[in-house]
DNA sequence: GTTTTGCGGATATTCTGTATCCTTAATTTG
DNA sequence: CAAATTAAGGATACAGAATATCCGCAAAAC
């Protein structure tokens, strides 16, 4: 089980786009490059965000994306689940089905403890995702961040918004 | 991102192992039978936990397995890591390294935030799964499942554990 | 009108999960 | 002792998902 280095872009790149000054967009291009990924790829990532309605987007030269909430109004998990999907991670084949005891006809009620059990924890991952904002992380980064890394990454980033 | 259903049909067996008298070893050819699972698929996932020490074996006809460990000595994430592997969910390909404004030589003391929050997230998964015994399942599922279908699934196994 | 951009569809490639088969060695049964 | 049964592990095939690239389209900027 392991989730897509789709995530960890769409994180990476969530980041960037919250330090974005207001109204500006970044494109995939200049995202791919910072981030030194395939810029066609990455492109699918931010198509989801764009699906979840996490980033507006906007045509042309100067076209890309921005934000469509403040950093404050998103978590990891709008991220993760944007591009990972919201679907649990145990799925159950209903196997107690095939026990040769049963008796025909013999209808289940309810999901079994097993699966109970595994999507509770499924829900503990998405509740530590959900409680860590965007904005959060951008506060760690700009404190962990060398400072001069930091800045001229902006600098960088602000000479290809549109 | 989807766990194996390896995860499910291991922890069917152990519940069913768990229900063995004590010294009694079930076979592969018994658990796939019950499960309506393929037998040598099967042995794969059952191979994994007696890998992980958590199923005695024994060989020839009468063999089988049996639990190496009280039901309550044996939690949930015991079992998910035997088949599902100990690695995290998240995997960092440090992508932060191609940004084009480091410094040459610039070494990163620590994993970056995206990734430490995206660690403390499967922690919490793994926190809910190893708190849950083995023990635990039994007593939901017995108190769950039809008791005429509880004794004959036992009696079932009973008749073919050696 | 030309360029740049996001978007979606189609396609190819690589990797993982699923599944089967076969050999070997240990153990029980007769 | 001989035959049957079992777990273990290696080899291999198959299916589906993740990764990656390419193309055509429509909207926006200039
Ligand atoms: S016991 Fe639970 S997890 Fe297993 S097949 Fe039934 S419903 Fe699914
Ligand atoms: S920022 Fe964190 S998750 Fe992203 S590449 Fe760097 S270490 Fe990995």
Redesign the pocket.
């Known amino acids: ?2 989730l ?3 995530v960890e872009w769409a994180l990476h790149c969530c980041a960037i786009l919250a330090g974005l000054p207001e109204g500006r ?6 995202l791919a490059e910072l981030h030194g ?5 990455l ?2 990532a ?2 989801s965000l ?2 979840a309605s996490l ?1 507006d ?9 921005r934000l469509a909430r403040s950093p404050s109004e998103i978590n990891f998990l709008d991220i993760v689940e944007a591009v ?1 999907g919201k679907a649990r991670s145990f799925t159950c084949t209903n196997i107690r089905e095939n026990n040769p005891c049963r008796p025909a006809g013999y209808c289940d009620s309810k999901p079994c403890a097993v699966a109970r059990i595994m999507w509770e924890a499924d829900e503990a991952w998405r509740d530590t995702l959900r409680r860590v904002r965007l904005s959060d992380l951008v506060g760690i980064l700009s404190e962990e961040v060398r400072p001069d890394l930091w800045q001229s990454t902006f600098e960088w980033v602000l000479k290809r918004a ?1």
């Open positions: 089980m392991i897509k280095s789709q967009y970044l494109s995939t291009k200049a990924l395939p810029k066609e790829y492109s699918k931010l198509q764009s699906q980033v987007t906007t045509l042309g030269p100067s076209g890309g994306y990972e549109g």
